[in-house]
């Protein structure tokens, strides 16, 4: 018996089906938005705007994808075996239907597509991702809202976030009142995706529902915030939006609550079993922490992030990392870091390719390693700030500065990146405590210069696991398993989860002795700023 995992990421969809008796993957899969779908104009999964603070996607360019990613296990033979299956997607990104959408989700017909059938119920045609920055002023004005009822940091766990649901849908109702009237629900992409897949309106579960400023803190009974639900709805209600923006948000469930059987459209159209169980969605940071198998982690991917499990929550006193929940009455404390493996390929195009429209390739990326430098560091290392975008950790406005060298040196730019980009994720991980070895996940997880400056600059061992890349999506394959058979999480993690033994990489002893130099130059070039 299959359990399958399948990620909706910002740039890609990843599929992973694990054989949940032995913990051996039986198929793995995956295809970029903007080759799949080139009439949708994505880049890297994300819509043109002229506004570079506008980070949206296309719904109906998901609901595509998931008839997609079906469409291509069934051609593997894997989904008549699949006896769970559980999804994950970017963070924060929300969809947004009418009132016909549960009776659609429930009827769907498999002679059409998700697209024809789910796409007319939408009502925002383009989403917020978890890169949207264009709320800054909504999330100024929830804080204040909430400073009399004890702080938004103690109600919801976390500091109010421009990328969070709460000031995406007080900006958008605002400016479309007509659209926000239309919508019956505002799903998380991971419920959104979920409600189709077992034909209801799903809830969302904790490790997504807690990154909404909208969430109560009680971990053991999910629930809403009754002061956030009242400070977003009284300003909407000043807006002149209708009341009733509780009931749009449906519920929060435990994290892998199951949620009903797989819907009878993936049935008949797909070959999936009918018995097959749907498992409440995530966000795609709690996969990826169970499938690296619930270690510290740094994942580097399109934003580098840095989360471990928290014995209790305890929101930030900086706002430095964001408190979710993980597996049932547990949370997780996470920190993003917006501007990660994006800055090294724009380096790439600016030093290594120089321009030219071909997409770099292995010799490319060996010389852009080369021009790194060895893992040897010295006290005048050169450093800079990569924003290429607005950064969340730390808050600082978009732009490169370097620190006395030129833009124009391959070399000093590339290592610098390497080093600095570290630098700045343990400067900022001072949530995570202990001596325990650090997994690196993500598509950085290949670049063994990073890893290596991460075990220097935290003082321990940094590994990754087999197939890094897909941490997130086996994280749900495991939550799928671990139900099929009864297992801990620890039980099933120990099944499937497998260090890649070549990764390893331990603090070297010259190193140690200019860490604490380079940190301190590094904190007061952001301190300058």
Same mark, same amino acid.
């Given at each position: ?13 990843? /599929? ?33 705007? =002229? ?9 109906? /360019? ?31 990104? &929300? ?7 549960? $009776? ?18 939408? &009502? ?19 804080? #204040?809202?909430? =400073? ?14 421009? #990328? ?11 400016? *479309? ?17 979920? *409600? ?30 009754? +002061? ?85 929550? #305890? ?33 790439? !195009?600016?030093?290594? /390719? ?12 060996? =010389? ?29 406005? #978009? ?6 060298? @030129? +833009? ?11 080093? @600095?980009?570290?630098? @700045? ?11 325990? +070895? ?21 003082? $321990? ?28 999480? !620890? ?22 002795? $200019? ?15």
């Amino acid at each position: 018996m299959l359990s399958l995992g399948i990620e909706f990421s910002t740039q890609s969809v990843k /599929m992973l089906a694990l054989d949940a008796a032995t913990g051996e993957v039986a198929h793995a899969g995956a295809f970029e938005y903007d080759a799949a779908f080139p009439g949708y104009c994505t880049l890297r999964g994300v819509l043109p705007s =002229e506004d570079p603070e506008v980070r949206h996607t296309s719904p109906r /360019m998901m609901l595509e994808a998931l008839d997609r990613a079906f469409s291509l296990l069934a051609g593997a033979g894997i989904t008549k075996h699949v006896g769970a299956v559980k999804v994950d997607a970017m963070q924060h990104c &929300t969809v947004y239907a009418g009132p016909d959408f549960g $009776r659609a989700a429930g009827a769907l017909d498999p002679r059409s597509t998700l697209l024809e059938q789910a796409g007319p119920c939408l &009502t925002r045609d383009t989403i917020p991702i978890w890169e949207d920055r264009s709320t800054a002023a909504e999330a100024r004005i929830l804080t #204040r809202a909430l =400073e009399a009822a004890g702080g938004i940091e103690a109600l919801t766990g976390n500091r109010a976030e421009p #990328r969070f649901p709460a000031a995406q849908i007080m900006k958008w109702a605002s400016e *479309s009142p007509d659209e926000y009237a239309r919508t019956a629900h505002i799903f998380l992409l991971s419920s959104f995706i979920t *409600s189709l897949l077992a034909g209801i309106i799903a809830p969302v579960d904790t490790g997504d529902g807690w990154g909404t400023n909208l969430n109560s803190m009680d971990i053991g009974g999910p629930g809403w915030s009754g +002061p956030a639900l009242a400070a977003v709805g009284g300003y909407l209600a000043g807006k002149g939006c209708a009341a009733g923006f509780a009931a749009k948000l449906g519920a929060i469930t435990h994290y892998d609550e199951p949620v009903g059987m797989v819907s009878r459209y993936f049935a008949d159209k797909y070959g999936v079993s009918p018995n097959a169980v749907v498992l409440a969605g995530t966000g795609d940071n709690p996969a990826t922490l169970l499938g690296c198998g619930g270690a510290v982690v740094v994942s580097l991917g399109s934003s580098y992030t840095v989360n471990g499990v928290m014995d209790a929550p #305890r929101p930030s006193a900086s706002g430095e990392y964001n408190v979710f929940g993980y597996t049932k009455g547990r949370a997780m404390a996470l920190s993003v870091i917006t501007n990660g493996t994006r800055v090294h390929d724009r380096f790439m !195009q600016e030093y290594v /390719m120089k321009g030219r429209a071909a997409s770099p390739g292995a010799a490319e990326w060996q =010389e852009y390693a080369r021009l790194a430098g060895g893992p040897a560091l010295s006290a005048d290392e050169p450093l800079l700030l990569p924003y290429l975008l607005d950064e969340s950790v730390p808050p600082m406005r #978009r732009g490169i500065v370097r620190e006395g060298f @030129s +833009p124009a040196d391959p070399r000093m730019n590339i290592r610098a990146l390497h080093v @600095s980009q570290a630098l @700045s994720i343990r400067l900022h991980a001072e949530h995570i405590r202990g001596s325990a +070895p650090i997994c690196v996940a993500g598509g950085g997880s290949r670049n063994m210069l990073m890893k290596q400056l991460l075990a220097d600059l935290f003082g $321990r061992e940094v590994y990754s696991i087999e197939d890094a890349a897909s941490a997130a999506p086996l994280g749900c394959a495991l939550s799928g398993a671990r139900y099929l058979y009864d297992l801990s999480y !620890q039980e099933a993690a120990g099944r499937a989860v497998r260090r890649d033994a070549s990764s390893v990489c331990r603090p070297l002893p010259d190193n140690a002795g $200019r860490v604490g130099a380079l940190l301190q130059r590094y904190k007061k070039l952001e301190s300058e700023q």
